[in-house]
């Protein structure tokens, strides 16, 4: 059973950074593209950061110069670093990966997911 745990939520100030973790674990083939998705109370969840198993990024343009993506391959975990945080961040953050498990295609797993509050 594939599971993925995020770490890295809490309160920070406007201004500040956070760097939010993502590991997989469990019986794993293969992982392809890692990501980030965040949720606003009272919207839709929304894509962030995504990055390819080649290290490829997709960054959103709400966050892009803030936000910096990153993954390491031999701990099956994914990063978002994010700097100059503003209130307008605050969201649940849930990480995504396209995983293969033995025998079986690829499918998507979600995390649980990591509050994150930019307030003063």
């Known amino acids: 059973q594939v599971q993925l745990v995020e770490s890295g939520g809490g309160l920070v100030q406007p201004g500040g950074s956070r760097r939010l973790s993502c590991a997989a674990s469990?019986?794993?083939?293969?992982?392809?593209?890692m990501g980030w998705y965040r949720q606003a109370p009272g919207k839709q969840r929304e894509l962030v950061a995504r990055i390819t198993s080649g290290g490829n990024t997709n960054i959103v343009d709400s966050v892009k110069g803030r936000f910096t993506i990153s993954r390491d391959n031999a701990k099956n975990t994914v990063y978002l670093q994010m700097n100059s945080l503003k209130p307008e961040d605050t969201a649940v953050y849930y990480c995504?990966?396209?995983?293969?498990?033995?025998?079986?295609?690829?499918?998507?797993?979600w995390g649980q997911g990591t509050q994150v509050i930019v307030s003063s």
């Open positions: 469990g019986t794993i083939s293969s992982i392809n593209a």
């Open positions: 995504n990966a396209v995983i293969q498990v033995p025998g079986s295609g690829y499918s998507g797993y």
